[in-house]
């Protein structure tokens, strides 16, 4: 059973840093492209990050220069680094898996809740 498991979502003043994780289990890690995306209320999903099985990160142009994206192999893990947080930010995030030669093998977490609120 494949499962991926986010954390680290919480309520956090503009300017400030938040540390996301996604933990997986029930895939071979390595050979998945990783992902981050996030969903506004009365918006539609959108491209975070994602990092390939080889480190090849690629971000929205909306959190560049702010956001970081990085895996852990060994322990089957995705995070993302959000410093500099804006209140447009506020969203759940989602954790994606994505197969490296199957695309249509795609798997998603259930979701955590980024608040950036004074």
């Known amino acids: 059973q494949v499962q991926l498991v986010e954390s680290g979502g919480a309520l956090v003043q503009p300017g400030g840093s938040l540390r996301l994780s996604c933990a997986a289990s029930?895939?071979?890690?390595?050979?998945?492209?990783m992902g981050w995306y996030r969903q506004a209320p009365g918006k539609q999903r959108e491209l975070v990050a994602t990092?390939?099985?080889?480190?090849?990160?690629n971000y929205a142009d909306s959190v560049k220069g702010r956001f970081t994206i990085s895996r852990d192999n060994a322990k089957n893990t995705v995070y993302l680094q959000m410093n500099s947080l804006k209140p447009e930010d506020t969203a759940v995030y989602y954790c994606?898996?994505?197969?490296?030669?199957?695309?249509?093998?795609?798997?998603w977490g259930q979701g955590t809740q980024v608040t950036v609120s004074s």
């Open positions: 990092i390939t099985s080889g480190g090849v990160t």
């Open positions: 029930g895939i071979i890690f390595s050979i998945y492209t």
């Open positions: 994606n898996a994505k197969h490296r030669l199957v695309p249509s093998n795609v798997y």
